[in-house]
């Protein structure tokens, strides 16, 4: 059971700033729009005499008219308090407890006890499980310490249930309505607590299509190199969500303009033949991506990652140059591993890459009529270079290529579903096999 001896906010004594409230008429958040398990979670808190708000991107987006991606709550109930009102609830974190609720389809929603302003969220190890032995570092904190110590603005507003109004501590609203990414506090003091919050602006402002405020931008430009003090897994982590988010192009395109490029992907700042300008192939072939990912492909890192290592070999600028380019073999794994240089990639996700890249150099070296008998369906990497070709494809020759390995992989399914059925069912099977000892039927 979680060790949660400092029960009380910490902080409520201290007299807390006045935040600007708006009314249900001032806003456009709607409850129609919320998780309804998240409502549920709210009203129980707010019935049993807590405040319960709901946090972060998740009324940013509705503010935006997006569709949250999680919704996240922050309350004055402490974990201890919040496990004893719901039974799906598990209690998570080393150094500071958060309560994780359970529903149906593997969807948890993350409750939050309002945090001290000591305690900046984004330092590493708090979110990893753990069995309660540092519960002495849980410190507490109110409404206004738990919006000061978030990292934007516009992520630092509260939606309340109890009124419907939202909270507004940090002057969020203003930002929105202006377009305007705002580090709360000063920007080099919350970089230097923790660097990656200079991504999180970057991210933000491309994603919404905000401008950073000058002198975010200016602290960010001075405080570059701070990134490398930041956990290389974890830098890998949050670049590989931008890359999957389905705003990869504008997101590294305000990137390559900052210099926190450099310590990232450097390959994309070569002068000559820069990948990220509009309207290039490069740029053509993410946008694809990222409208792929906007309409809801599952993705996964790797096919993104071998588009690139592919692109960082010749930085070719149509899709032919890329073709005379790799009629030379050369040496895939050498290439591979000189991408990505200054970049966590771990080692299993570069073989993953390098089996994706020497499948498609197969298929793209194999003439038309001979690829039917490459077996393809018993290739690893067969998902990930049928995304390489559909984002290559933009003439006859490689369309056709996409539609071999499209009818390989609608084989291959066809296989596997047929194995699933027979291991449901050992009798459809040639039977008297693996323990099944049941009477064969006639
Ligand atoms: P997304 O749509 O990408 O999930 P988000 O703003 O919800 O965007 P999360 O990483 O889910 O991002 O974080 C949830 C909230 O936690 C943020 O909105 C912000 O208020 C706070 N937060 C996250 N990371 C940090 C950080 N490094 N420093 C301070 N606050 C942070
Ligand atoms: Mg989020």
């Given at each position: 059971?979680?060790?949660?001896?400092?029960?009380?906010?910490?902080?409520?004594?201290?007299?807390?700033?006045?935040?600007?409230?708006?009314?249900?008429?001032?806003?456009?958040?709607?409850?129609?729009?919320?998780?309804?398990?998240?409502?549920?979670?709210?009203?129980?808190?707010?019935?049993?005499?807590?405040?319960?708000?709901?946090?972060?991107?998740?009324?940013?987006?509705?503010?935006?008219?997006?569709?949250?991606?999680?919704?996240?709550?922050?309350?004055?109930?402490?974990?201890?308090?919040?496990?004893?009102?719901?039974?799906?609830?598990?209690?998570?974190?080393?150094?500071?407890?958060?309560?994780?609720?359970?529903?149906?389809?593997?969807?948890?929603?993350?409750?939050?006890?309002?945090?001290?302003?000591?305690?900046?969220?984004?330092?590493?190890?708090?979110?990893?499980?753990?069995?309660?032995?540092?519960?002495?570092?849980?410190?507490?904190?109110?409404?206004?310490?738990?919006?000061?110590?978030?990292?934007?603005?516009?992520?630092?507003?509260?939606?309340?249930?109890?009124?419907?109004?939202?909270?507004?501590?940090?002057?969020?609203?203003?930002?929105?309505?202006?377009?305007?990414?705002?580090?709360?506090?000063?920007?080099?003091?919350?970089?230097?607590?923790?660097?990656?919050?200079?991504?999180?602006?970057?991210?933000?402002?491309?994603?919404?299509?905000?401008?950073?405020?000058?002198?975010?931008?200016?602290?960010?430009?001075?405080?570059?190199?701070?990134?490398?003090?930041?956990?290389?897994?974890?830098?890998?982590?949050?670049?590989?969500?931008?890359?999957?988010?389905?705003?990869?192009?504008?997101?590294?395109?305000?990137?390559?303009?900052?210099?926190?490029?450099?310590?990232?992907?450097?390959?994309?700042?070569?002068?000559?033949?820069?990948?990220?300008?509009?309207?290039?192939?490069?740029?053509?072939?993410?946008?694809?991506?990222?409208?792929?990912?906007?309409?809801?492909?599952?993705l996964t890192i790797t096919p993104v990652l071998s588009l690139f290592a592919l692109f960082f070999?010749?930085?070719?600028?149509?899709?032919?140059?890329?073709?005379?380019?790799?009629?030379?073999?050369?040496?895939?794994?050498?290439?591979?591993?000189?991408?990505?240089?200054?970049?966590?990639?771990?080692?299993?996700?570069?073989?993953?890459?390098?089996?994706?890249?020497?499948?498609?150099?197969?298929?793209?070296?194999?003439?038309?009529?001979?690829?039917?008998?490459?077996?393809?369906?018993?290739?690893?990497?067969?998902?990930?270079?049928?995304?390489?070709?559909?984002?290559?494809?933009?003439?006859?020759?490689?369309?056709?290529?996409?539609?071999?390995?499209?009818?390989?992989?609608?084989?291959?399914?066809?296989?596997?579903?047929?194995?699933?059925?027979?291991?449901?069912?050992?009798?459809?099977?040639?039977?008297?096999?693996?323990?099944?000892?049941?009477?064969?039927?006639?």
């Amino acid at each position: 059971m979680e060790n949660d001896r400092n029960d009380q906010p910490t902080e409520a004594n201290r007299k807390d700033p006045t935040p600007t409230v708006y009314p249900r008429s001032k806003h456009n958040v709607s409850r129609s729009y919320i998780d309804p398990d998240a409502l549920k979670i709210m009203y129980r808190l707010i019935r049993h005499g807590y405040r319960a708000y709901l946090v972060g991107g998740g009324v940013r987006d509705l503010l935006l008219e997006k569709i949250p991606k999680d919704f996240d709550i922050a309350t004055d109930a402490t974990p201890r308090k919040i496990k004893g009102l719901f039974r799906n609830c598990r209690i998570i974190g080393r150094r500071f407890k958060l309560a994780h609720i359970y529903f149906k389809n593997n969807k948890i929603i993350e409750v939050a006890t309002f945090r001290d302003s000591q305690d900046p969220i984004g330092d590493q190890g708090d979110e990893t499980e753990g069995n309660g032995t540092l519960a002495a570092d849980n410190r507490y904190g109110t409404a206004a310490t738990d919006a000061f110590r978030r990292d934007l603005t516009i992520n630092g507003l509260f939606y309340d249930l109890s009124t419907f109004s939202v909270i507004d501590y940090v002057g969020g609203m203003n930002d929105l309505r202006e377009g305007l990414i705002r580090v709360i506090g000063e920007p080099e003091v919350r970089f230097l607590e923790d660097p990656v919050r200079m991504l999180r602006v970057i991210r933000h402002a491309a994603r919404a299509g905000f401008s950073v405020e000058p002198k975010c931008w200016a602290a960010i430009e001075a405080n570059h190199e701070l990134i490398l003090q930041a956990s290389p897994v974890r830098i890998y982590e949050e670049i590989k969500k931008d890359l999957l988010s389905g705003s990869a192009l504008p997101i590294l395109q305000l990137l390559s303009h900052s210099s926190l490029m450099q310590h990232l992907l450097p390959e994309f700042l070569v002068v000559d033949t820069p990948l990220l300008v509009e309207g290039s192939f490069f740029a053509t072939v993410l946008a694809r991506i990222d409208s792929d990912v906007q309409s809801g492909a599952k993705l996964t890192i790797t096919p993104v990652l071998s588009l690139f290592a592919l692109f960082f070999a010749s930085y070719p600028t149509s899709a032919e140059s890329f073709h005379t380019y790799f009629e030379d073999k050369g040496d895939l794994s050498d290439h591979i591993q000189s991408c990505f240089v200054k970049l966590a990639v771990p080692r299993k996700e570069r073989e993953r890459v390098e089996d994706v890249l020497s499948l498609w150099l197969k298929l793209m070296s194999t003439p038309l009529e001979r690829l039917k008998k490459l077996n393809l369906e018993r290739r690893r990497s067969l998902d990930e270079v049928t995304w390489l070709l559909y984002w290559l494809s933009d003439d006859p020759d490689s369309d056709q290529r996409l539609a071999v390995v499209r009818e390989a992989r609608e084989r291959r399914k066809k296989v596997r579903r047929g194995r699933r059925r027979n291991r449901r069912d050992p009798q459809r099977n040639d039977g008297g096999r693996a323990g099944d000892k049941r009477p064969k039927l006639l």
